[in-house]
């Protein structure tokens, strides 16, 4: 497949920089701790529109005017060493700036990058920033933008500090952009930076240990659709077999049957995953193979339940005590991303996307991100997979009579 031409590359800054409100955004623990983490990137897919011309320029300004309303993501962290060893991070909203590129792709098409099976490699090459870890935010953008021109759609990829945006602001400030870009003098939805839990705590961290680098395992990609169809007859199922009275939710019980698929090949001795937070869930391989759907979806549902105000202060308190920074390992499966986040309400004034795709940064074997379907009420999951694994739950007819439906 052809490559990637980059026909510029600038930064751009807010419009109106004497406008913000706030010179210096606190980092809370649910922030920090993600500091070595890779970045969030997504990018939405858009068909080529007939008219009007894609106007990189009118692009460019629009951020610019988005960003007066997210000052935090044109500034830099910020580190304020201390005396006993300790080290003070924080959002500088000094203006520095966002990249932009601009790249066009003349020999990829829009089928290119959704026909195939598996998720191809140009995928990842239309985003920049790569590799740039959280903690790197001292010396490089917080955001990065890269506008790819393919040769009948356009593909807008956005590169995020984790440390400073989650997954419902990235979506929150991508479809700001599209309002202003396509003439809003303001956003539907302003954002609020005031922190709610411990306002005023400014944490002192230890030195951040740096891991060393390693090349990820060989894995495949692949987008699994589940219609509004399909994700009723799973809710539905996990719901009767738990005897749950419509407790468990759509996404509880699509995230059991991945679960319960992947338990059919080898695994770790038992299955862990996470919550925002960094709480954990443990479902032994016995109970996913003999139990069932509903009872994996009803151990998710408590879990999800259990995630209080109570149980979330006292992460604060316990990790601004004694901080532990997330790393990539310890986890066999795992779910990031929402189906409610609206992604298919981004619109630049070229009509909706047709298709959304991550990049290469927390590329890890068992991640599942999910979004919103193109067709209301289905659910897209993005799966990451040991080839083994993937191809073993591409034969698995159980699994795949919901995916196929």
Same mark, same amino acid.
């Given at each position: 497949?052809?490559?990637?031409?980059?026909?510029?590359?600038?930064?751009?800054?807010?419009? !109106?920089?004497?406008?913000?409100?706030?010179?210096?955004?606190?980092?809370?623990?649910?922030?920090?701790?993600?500091?070595? @983490?890779?970045?969030?990137?997504?990018?939405?897919? +858009?068909?080529?529109?007939?008219?009007?011309?894609?106007?990189?320029?009118?692009?460019?300004?629009?951020?610019?005017?988005? @960003?007066?309303? *997210?000052?935090?993501?044109?500034?830099?962290?910020?580190? /304020?060493? $201390?005396?006993?060893?300790?080290?003070?991070? *924080?959002?500088?909203?000094?203006?520095?700036?966002?990249?932009?590129?601009?790249?066009?792709?003349?020999?990829?098409?829009?089928?290119?990058?959704?026909? %195939?099976?598996?998720?191809?490699?140009?995928?990842?090459?239309?985003?920049?920033?790569?590799?740039?870890?959280?903690?790197?935010?001292?010396? !490089?953008?917080?955001?990065?933008?890269?506008?790819?021109?393919?040769?009948?759609?356009?593909?807008?990829?956005?590169?995020? !500090?984790?440390?400073?945006?989650?997954?419902?602001?990235?979506?929150?400030?991508?479809?700001?952009?599209?309002?202003?870009?396509?003439?809003?003098?303001? &956003?539907?939805?302003? #954002?609020? =930076?005031?922190?709610?839990?411990? %306002?005023?705590?400014?944490?002192?961290?230890?030195?951040?240990?740096?891991?060393?680098? =390693?090349?990820?395992?060989?894995?495949?990609?692949?987008? *699994? $659709? =589940?219609?509004?169809?399909?994700?009723?007859?799973?809710?539905?199922?996990?719901?009767?077999?738990?005897?749950?009275?419509?407790?468990?939710?759509?996404?509880?019980? @699509?995230?059991? $049957?991945? &679960?319960?698929?992947?338990?059919?090949?080898?695994? #770790?001795?038992?299955? +862990?995953?996470?919550?925002?937070?960094?709480?954990? /869930?443990?479902?032994?391989?016995?109970?996913?193979?003999?139990?069932?759907?509903? $009872?994996?979806?009803?151990?998710?549902?408590?879990?999800?339940?259990?995630?209080?105000?109570?149980?979330?202060?006292?992460?604060?308190?316990?990790?601004?005590?004694?901080?532990?920074?997330?790393?990539?390992?310890?986890?066999?499966?795992?779910?990031?991303?929402? #189906?409610?986040? !609206?992604?298919?309400?981004?619109?630049?004034?070229?009509?909706? %996307?047709?298709?959304?795709?991550?990049?290469?940064?927390?590329?890890?074997?068992?991640?599942?991100?999910?979004?919103?379907?193109?067709?209301?009420?289905?659910?897209?999951?993005?799966?990451?997979?040991? #080839?083994?694994?993937?191809?073993?739950?591409?034969?698995?007819?159980?699994?795949?009579?919901?995916?196929?439906?």
């Amino acid at each position: 497949m052809a490559g990637i031409d980059v026909i510029s590359s600038s930064v751009v800054k807010m419009a !109106n920089d004497a406008s913000s409100s706030i010179s210096r955004m606190e980092l809370s623990p649910f922030d920090l701790r993600l500091l070595l @983490l890779d970045p969030i990137q997504r990018g939405v897919l +858009f068909r080529k529109p007939k008219s009007p011309k894609i106007d990189i320029n009118l692009l460019k300004t629009s951020l610019s005017r988005t @960003l007066d309303f *997210f000052p935090p993501l044109a500034g830099r962290l910020a580190a /304020t060493a $201390h005396s006993d060893g300790t080290t003070t991070f *924080f959002t500088d909203c000094n203006n520095a700036g966002v990249e932009f590129t601009h790249a066009v792709a003349a020999d990829v098409t829009v089928s290119d990058i959704i026909t %195939p099976r598996y998720i191809p490699d140009v995928v990842a090459s239309l985003f920049t920033l790569n590799g740039v870890r959280n903690y790197k935010g001292v010396s !490089n953008p917080l955001i990065g933008v890269q506008v790819t021109e393919l040769a009948d759609g356009v593909f807008v990829a956005c590169t995020a !500090n984790h440390g400073v945006i989650d997954g419902v602001s990235f979506w929150h400030f991508l479809n700001s952009w599209s309002e202003i870009a396509r003439g809003c003098d303001s &956003v539907a939805k302003l #954002p609020v =930076f005031q922190r709610l839990i411990h %306002p005023d705590a400014v944490l002192r961290l230890p030195p951040l240990p740096r891991k060393a680098s =390693f090349a990820p395992p060989p894995l495949l990609a692949r987008v *699994f $659709h =589940f219609s509004k169809e399909s994700v009723a007859k799973l809710k539905a199922k996990a719901n009767a077999e738990a005897g749950a009275n419509g407790r468990i939710s759509s996404l509880q019980a @699509l995230s059991a $049957h991945f &679960v319960s698929a992947r338990a059919r090949f080898p695994l #770790p001795d038992g299955y +862990f995953g996470n919550a925002a937070y960094g709480a954990r /869930t443990a479902v032994s391989e016995a109970e996913l193979l003999h139990k069932g759907l509903g $009872h994996t979806a009803l151990r998710i549902n408590e879990f999800v339940a259990g995630q209080t105000k109570e149980s979330l202060e006292k992460f604060v308190r316990d990790w601004s005590e004694n901080p532990k920074f997330h790393g990539k390992e310890g986890y066999s499966f795992f779910i990031s991303s929402s #189906p409610r986040h !609206n992604v298919y309400g981004i619109d630049f004034g070229w009509g909706k %996307p047709i298709a959304v795709r991550r990049g290469n940064s927390q590329k890890v074997d068992g991640m599942v991100t999910v979004y919103p379907a193109p067709q209301a009420g289905g659910i897209d999951a993005e799966v990451f997979l040991a #080839p083994e694994v993937m191809e073993g739950m591409e034969a698995d007819h159980e699994f795949m009579e919901a995916f196929l439906a």
